[in-house]
Nanobody, 123 residues
Framework: VQLHAFGGGLVQPGGSLRLSCAVS????????IGWFREAPGTEREGVMC????????YYLDSVKGRFTISRDNAKKSVDLHMVSLKPEDTAVYYC?????????????????WGQGTLVTVSS
């Protein structure tokens, strides 16, 4: 399983971005997917995750009401929709996958990781 995260960039405070995670390999609908971020000098933290069937999601409290996650099993992709972005959302964002139905915001839950995509929120 290989993951490719893309869609990062520079956005002004209050702006929006959509990150996408494209997954190669078979049985995508058996994988839980998580989005994580890592800012300089901080530990990697879980932002949102979605179960293998898309029925359950979890989120970091600080992104509640601003971030949403969705998956398209036919396209083997998971999107992270971010609105009302704040400077503290600035980080490298990663997507990760684990062949299990339930997702988690804990990094050790996941075996497969994509490369990061940088999100910078600044005026």
């Amino acid at each position: 399983v290989q993951l490719h995260a893309f869609g990062g960039g520079l956005v002004q405070p209050g702006g929006s971005l959509r990150l996408s995670c494209a997954v190669s390999g078979s049985n995508f609908d058996e994988y839980a997917i998580g989005w994580f971020r890592e800012a300089p000098g901080t530990e990697r933290e879980g932002v949102m995750c979605i179960s293998s069937n898309g029925g359950n999601t979890y989120y970091l409290d600080s992104v509640k009401g601003r971030f949403t996650i969705s998956r398209d099993n036919a396209k083997k992709s998971v999107d992270l929709h971010m609105v009302s972005l704040k400077p503290e959302d600035t980080a490298v964002y990663y997507c990760a996958a684990q062949r299990i139905s339930v997702c988690s915001l804990l990094p050790p839950w996941y075996r497969y990781w994509g490369q990061g995509t940088l999100v910078t929120v600044s005026s």
